[in-house]
């Protein structure tokens, strides 16, 4: 493994810092892009790293796995009622669907799918935010994680977009509690600082059928786990989970600050992070490395 990852570190050597820091979060595009690292966690625990892995980002959209995890370990099936469980084919950020269907977001990945969960979490927890960092410390075993405040607040001051499918949503009656309330402890999820090693170890639950090695505890069913990763692998990369379902095969989430995880079922899960972004607003060099490990394992879930 340890082979592995030095051969696809040097293979994606050259496109490291290719491509564009987020800069839409202004304490994002303060973030060096000539960055990478990777970890991976198999189904015993145990974790082999190259490069930068240790070093802690910005998580963004990957807490969108985690917030799911929170609402659907207490709703069960009745989440799918308000998220649906189709792939968007548009932005991550894009409103122009919401409308047309009534106010039900295409599935839990993008982020009007997460602030519906979000609101949905908001009804039953008195901090949502707080059970999500405890929920990222238990899985990833470091009790030291914390949410960047800078920019947990830079993004609520540039909140408009978030705030306007919110508030789309309860024109129609799928958001019920205050929007300003909800966006701050979605904000504070995506501000969570992690680092290659700790999403490697937080995500492992996905690749051993829910249950998480370190913790030694069940943290979704083996179904739940099932559908978690089908939509990963439908849904992870916004409008580039087509291509990457095409040239990656694993179930996979990305994040803006340059992070992507990704699942191998019944082997491993692992974390890649570069901070510079595509087009689509995933990692360049992270959808490279990935395309390059399942290339040289010779295994995708298709
Ligand atoms: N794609 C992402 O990582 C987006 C997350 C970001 N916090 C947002 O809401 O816009």
């Not at 839409?24 to 892009?33: F, Q, W």
């Not at 122009?96 to 106010?103: A, D």
């Not at 919110?166 to 504070?188: R, T």
């Amino acid at each position: 493994m340890q082979a592995l990852l030095n051969d696809i570190m040097q293979e994606v050597q050259p496109l490291i810092g290719q491509g564009q820091v987020a800069t839409y979060i202004p304490a994002l595009a303060k973030v060096n892009p000539n960055q990478f690292g990777i970890a991976v966690c198999d189904t015993s625990g145990k974790v082999t790293t190259a490069g930068d892995a240790t070093t802690e980002f910005s998580i963004q959209s990957i807490s969108k796995v985690f917030n799911l995890v929170l609402a659907v370990t207490y709703y069960g099936e009745s989440l799918w009622q308000r998220v649906g469980c189709e792939p968007s084919g548009l932005p991550f950020n894009s409103l122009v669907q919401l409308e047309y269907e009534n106010g039900i977001p295409r599935n839990p990945f993008i982020n009007a799918g997460a602030l519906a969960i979000a609101d949905m979490n908001q009804s039953r927890l008195i901090a949502p935010h707080v059970a999500m960092r405890d929920l990222v410390r238990k899985l990833s075993g470091n009790e030291g994680l914390l949410a960047n405040p800078d920019v947990a607040n830079s993004e609520f001051e540039h909140r408009a977009r978030n705030a306007a499918m919110a508030y789309l949503m309860k024109a129609y009656g799928n958001f019920h509690n205050d929007v300003e309330e909800v966006l701050h402890n979605y904000f504070y999820n995506c501000a969570l600082e992690m680092s290659c090693v700790d999403l490697a170890r937080a995500s492992q639950f996905l690749a051993n059928r829910g249950h998480c090695t370190i913790t030694k505890e069940p943290v979704l069913t083996h179904d739940q786990t099932r559908q978690v990763n089908a939509l990963l692998a439908t849904s992870g990369l916004y409008d580039e989970a087509g291509s990457f379902a095409f040239k990656v095969g694993l179930p996979g989430k990305s994040g803006v600050g340059g992070g992507i995880i990704a699942v191998v079922p019944g082997r491993f899960s692992l974390c890649v992070w570069s901070p510079a972004l595509n087009r689509m607003g995933n990692s360049q060099a992270g959808v490279a490395a990935l395309e390059s490990l399942t290339r040289r394992i010779n295994w995708s879930v298709y």
